[in-house]
């Protein structure tokens, strides 16, 4: 499975970016989703995720309000609208596919996720 992310850049802080996630390659029976990030000297942490079906999501407390995951299987596609950024939302993005059992399996581990992309820098400038 490749993975490549799009939509990251150099924005003020108050604005909005949509990130995009693109699956292409081996086809996974059902596979939830997430969307991580990493600063440099930190380890990779993950911010949002969601289940194949998309009914289940998941927010780390300082995006609840602002970030919104959502999917289209039918493009094999992930997006992550961030609303209201913030200087500390600059990191690099990553989105991954973990291979679960079911459609309403969430993945919130970053060890169950199978597949990774290269990224994308977002910077939020004060």
């Known amino acids: 499975v490749q993975l490549v992310e799009s939509g990251g850049g150099l924005v003020q802080a108050g604005v909005s970016l949509r990130l995009s996630c693109a699956a292409s390659?081996?086809?996974?029976?059902?596979?939830?989703m997430g969307w991580f990030r990493q600063v440099p000297g930190k380890e990779r942490d993950i911010v949002a995720a969601?289940?194949?079906?998309?009914?289940?999501?998941f927010y780390i407390n300082s995006v609840k309000g602002r970030f919104t995951i959502s999917r289209d299987n039918a493009k094999n596609m992930v997006y992550l609208q961030m609303n209201s950024l913030k200087p500390e939302d600059t990191a690099v993005y990553y989105c991954?596919?973990?291979?679960?059992?079911?459609?309403?399996?969430?993945?919130?581990?970053?060890?169950?996720?199978?597949?990774w992309g290269q990224g994308t820098q977002v910077t939020v400038s004060s």
């Open positions: 991954a596919v973990a291979r679960v059992p079911g459609p309403d399996v969430l993945a919130t581990r970053r060890n169950v996720y199978d597949y």
């Open positions: 390659g081996r086809t996974l029976p059902t596979y939830a």
């Open positions: 969601i289940s194949w079906s998309g009914v289940r999501t």
